[in-house]
């Protein structure tokens, strides 16, 4: 296990640095300046704003540059926001950005599952239709549609929940959570159940059954272990995917994630805040298809063999 | 996988889920007071501020967003009347002008403060303007100094001793400035951020003048002299200012406090406001469909201000056909403006015949001609093109945005209905955008302008045939000797003469083509007071508070 951990982490060098490389070289390609403003910047503040942060060395030396900075983690000054580095910028951001992902992960987990589990144990009735008409919305509805509905609906009509805000009022990371997992929760139902109905149908199950077990123990304890086995190989993608897409739900609840300047990075041309971003999540996403295979391994024994581990 | 090692991974992950629930919801079930409840006991007022500001450092900054914050925590030479924009006595308490309006003199108030408790003295005001001038710092509004002798020189690096730029410390409390020209509007410029005053010794223990990543502007490094100082700064977030204790004439603050928060999407805005997370919104435009519903619902709280800028289209006339001035002028009378206020834009925006705004201070420029569909008819067959026919397809560039795309449709049709030309749409991301005018790549693109001060000059200036900011190839010499008479005219009727002058210009010349001027849409909560519309959206915080009908 241990040896398949490190083989994955060391592949990961060689895809990190054509990340930082194609990134380099695309943002470079875009038209416009990081400096370009609507109002003519004049030629000599360009010209030191160019020196200040070494715009006007050859492409290669900057990359080095770069490079050199980035392995003493060091991410660069912002060209936007100038008094701080992205460094500063990703340790205010990501803090806020995992909490987020992680409420909408448990959101989508509980609901996803719950509702793919309930459809699967009496599948083609009402009790399947509706759970899964419910995630077939859930799929279609964006977060930008959702997430307007869901304030229209519970802050400002019923006045439960805050508007936006991220820790200032009580209860005001539940809609964020929800609009944000909704999505990956309708998935998750889609995927447990297929999973489910599958397990259900297995021999095994049958031989619980005959045993006169309980249904919740034939569903719960027997059954769910098997059944999850699609929705921890989705689990891994969509963590990534919450991760680097909560844009959307970061602007709709003004919450001070990182997605937020990731996309300002792109409009802005800052550079080094764009490399910075795109690296974390990269390195994000490298990290989460890993952990996913592993718990994959974890829930499944006959994998265990497949990759040279011990069985139990 | 051992059983053992499962038992730990299964618990790991429940009280995972477990904290992860009471994290999520934490505070639940508490009763308390929105924010403006709470901000109207306690005289802090809760502002929607646009965007995250760039920086806070005067020196540095560029946006409205920026601006509106640091005018709370900085004070120049002088100030403005909120209301009116005259200028008002600042750190400067009074000055003398000389007869040529070339020499100011001025006396720094005694009482004024840094928030450390530091005087504010003369020597404060050269050391700032000598940073804010020197070419090390990236400072994109240092050309507004330019007024100062000797100072665009030192910007340029054509001399390095700044004892040539025209500021002078006669004493600790006694400033001298001298002009290169004379300056009508000079007291009202001296209360932009550029002229603000900086703290030399905070300055030189972060870092220097020019440090770019320099923590001086952090809470906590931050010394100010303004009615306000800063506390929290937390990036995208909120940024909060407290009532200064050290400022000269803090009995006059009512506010304890002021939380700004970069609510950049205007629909996030308006919904913040309606449940009452902040008093204000200050985006420059909101939602169009949402000012019908404020209007008919909540009438005192939607302010809709004309405003001192333009909103306009350039043609790039290095372009045939719009080469000539007669297809610049047939497409300009072809143009239904009140239309397009009134059933496109229908923010209170003004149909615009000039492409300078009128001026609250007395410039009012004439209008030559009005939209005429027969008239542009006849312009256009004159310059060869009759009933539109063989004019060469060409494009309206517009940067991403659905204001801008609704009117530019608009003048597709109009253009096309009028006088048979067939027009193509192009909308760009912002900087792709201004990289396209820039290059003057464009047939005929969009542009707005916002002044800085109020004088004609501020919009004139642009045409200037090398000036940074014109984008559309038009270069007269007429034009610029017109421009050259007026920055050296001191008299103010003669100064108005010839702005008519370059007007007329303009209207017979038809570089860019008008279409209306700006106007500010904004809610505000009755219950803050002393926020006075102006047509330079400027709000300073010294004099608002917050009045509820119980607290009188």
Same mark, same amino acid.
């Given at each position: 296990m241990l040896r398949i951990i490190l083989q994955r982490l060391f592949t990961a060098i060689p895809v990190l640095f054509l990340v930082i490389l194609v990134t380099f070289v695309l943002i470079r390609l875009a038209p416009g300046g990081p400096f370009d403003a609507e109002r003519a910047v004049p030629a000599e503040v360009l010209e030191n704003l160019n020196k200040r942060y070494k715009l006007n060395d050859p492409l290669p030396v900057q990359f080095f540059d770069y490079l050199s900075n980035l392995l003493r983690g060091d991410f660069g000054p912002s060209f936007k926001y100038p008094s701080r580095t992205v460094t500063e910028i990703i340790n205010a951001g990501m803090p806020v950005t995992l909490e987020l992902s992680v409420y909408a992960l448990l959101v989508a987990v509980i609901f996803g599952i719950g509702a793919g589990v309930i459809a699967a144990m009496r599948p083609n009735t009402l009790q399947d239709y509706v759970p899964m008409s419910l995630a077939m919305l859930g799929i279609c509805l964006p977060s930008f549609v959702l997430g307007p509905l869901l304030i229209l609906f519970f802050a400002i009509g019923l006045e439960w929940l805050p508007v936006s805000g991220w820790g200032e009022s009580p209860g005001d990371k539940i809609l964020p959570a929800i609009t944000l997992g909704a999505g990956y929760a309708a998935y998750i139902a889609r995927l447990s159940r297929g999973g489910m109905l599958e397990t259900l149908a297995q021999d095994y199950i049958r031989t619980a059954r005959a045993k006169g077990l309980a249904e919740w123990r034939v569903v719960f304890v027997h059954a769910l272990r098997g059944g999850l086995g699609p929705v921890v190989s989705f689990a891994g993608p969509a963590v990534a995917g919450l991760l680097s897409g909560s844009f959307v739900v970061e602007t709709i609840y003004q919450i001070p994630g990182l997605g937020r300047f990731y996309l300002q990075g792109a409009f802005n041309r800052d550079y080094t805040m764009i490399l910075g971003m795109t690296i974390l999540f990269a390195f994000f996403i490298i990290v989460c298809n890993l952990l996913a295979d592993i718990v994959q391994v974890w829930l499944n024994p006959r994998l265990r063999s497949l990759h040279g581990g011990k069985t139990a | 996988?051992? *059983?053992?090692?499962?038992? &730990?991974?299964?618990?790991?992950?429940?009280?995972?889920?477990?904290?992860? &629930?009471?994290?999520?919801?934490?505070?639940?079930?508490?009763?308390?007071?929105?924010? &403006?409840?709470?901000?109207?006991?306690?005289?802090?007022?809760?502002?929607?501020?646009?965007?995250?500001?760039?920086?806070?450092?005067?020196?540095?900054?560029?946006?409205? *967003? @920026?601006?509106?914050?640091?005018?709370?925590?900085? #004070?120049?030479?002088?100030?403005? @009347? +909120? +209301?009116?924009?005259?200028?008002?006595?600042?750190?400067? $308490?009074?000055?003398?002008?000389?007869?040529?309006?070339?020499?100011?003199?001025?006396?720094?108030?005694?009482?004024?403060?840094?928030?450390?408790?530091?005087?504010?003295?003369?020597? @404060?005001?050269?050391?700032?303007?000598?940073?804010?001038?020197?070419?090390?710092? *990236?400072? #994109?509004?240092?050309?507004?100094?330019?007024?100062? $002798?000797? +100072?665009? $020189?030192?910007?340029?690096?054509?001399?390095?001793?700044?004892?040539?730029?025209? &500021?002078?410390?006669?004493?600790?409390?006694?400033?001298?400035?001298?002009?290169?020209?004379?300056?009508h509007f000079f007291l009202q410029l001296l209360s932009h951020h550029s002229f603000y005053p900086v703290h030399e010794a905070t300055l030189m223990k972060f870092g220097g003048i020019a440090d770019p990543i320099s923590k001086w502007i952090l809470p906590g490094n931050f010394v100010g002299n303004g009615p306000f100082v800063l506390k929290r700064w937390e990036l995208n977030k909120v940024i909060e200012l407290v009532k200064s204790e050290t400022y000269w004439d803090k009995d006059a603050v009512r506010l304890q406090a002021a939380h700004f928060y970069p609510i950049e999407d205007q629909q996030a805005e308006e919904r913040a406001y309606r449940s009452g997370q902040i008093h204000l919104t200050n985006t420059p435009q909101m939602d169009i469909e949402k000012i019908q519903v404020y209007r008919d619902k909540d009438p005192d709280a939607l302010r809709m201000v004309p405003t001192y800028t333009s909103y306009y289209y350039e043609f790039n006339v290095n372009k045939k056909p719009l080469d000539d001035a007669r297809v610049r002028r047939a497409f300009a009378l072809a143009i239904d403006r009140t239309l397009i206020v009134k059933n496109v834009t229908k923010g209170g925006e003004t149909p615009a015949y000039n492409f300078v705004a009128p001026d609250p201070v007395g410039y009012e420029p004439q209008v030559y001609w009005h939209e005429d569909v027969d008239e542009a008819r006849r312009l256009l067959a004159e310059a060869g093109y009759p009933e539109g026919r063989g004019f060469p397809v060409f494009t309206i560039l517009y940067n991403t945005h659905d204001n801008h795309q609704k009117v530019a449709v608009t003048i597709q049709q109009m253009l096309k209905k009028n006088l048979n030309i067939d027009v193509q749409l192009e909308n760009k991301e912002w900087k792709v955008y201004i990289a396209a005018k820039k290059n003057l790549e464009h047939d005929i693109a969009r542009a707005g302008w916002l002044a800085d001060y109020v004088d004609p000059s501020n919009f004139f200036d642009i045409f200037r045939s090398y000036a940074g900011n014109n984008n559309t190839g038009w270069k007269n010499a007429d034009y610029d000797r017109l421009m050259q008479e007026i920055t050296a005219e001191s008299d103010k009727a003669r100064r108005f003469e010839l702005f008519e002058q370059a007007n007329r210009l303009l209207a017979d010349e038809m570089p860019v083509l008008p279409i209306y001027y700006y106007s500010d849409i904004n809610l505000v909560n009755p219950v803050v007071q002393g926020w006075y519309d102006n047509v330079m959206h400027y709000h300073p915080l010294k004099y608002v508070y917050l009045q509820t009908p119980s607290t009188p």
């Open positions: - | 996988m051992q *059983p053992k090692v499962a038992k &730990v991974m299964r618990s790991t992950v429940l009280s995972f889920l477990i904290a992860a &629930v009471i994290g999520l919801t934490s505070g639940c079930g508490e009763k308390s007071l929105t924010n &403006v409840e709470y901000g109207n006991q306690n005289q802090i007022l809760y502002y929607g501020n646009g965007d995250e500001p760039k920086s806070l450092d005067p020196h540095l900054i560029t946006g409205s *967003p @920026d601006n509106n914050v640091i005018m709370n925590l900085f #004070e120049g030479l002088t100030s403005k @009347d +909120a +209301a009116t924009l005259e200028p008002l006595p600042g750190v400067a $308490e009074s000055w003398k002008i000389s007869e040529d309006q070339r020499v100011y003199t001025f006396q720094l108030r005694k009482n004024a403060r840094w928030s450390n408790g530091d005087p504010v003295t003369a020597k @404060d005001f050269v050391f700032s303007w000598h940073r804010a001038l020197s070419p090390a710092v *990236p400072n #994109e509004y240092a050309y507004i100094m330019y007024y100062l $002798e000797g +100072a665009e $020189e030192f910007r340029k690096g054509k001399h390095k001793d700044f004892n040539k730029v025209g &500021v002078k410390a006669l004493s600790s409390h006694s400033l001298q400035i001298t002009l290169k020209y004379p300056a």
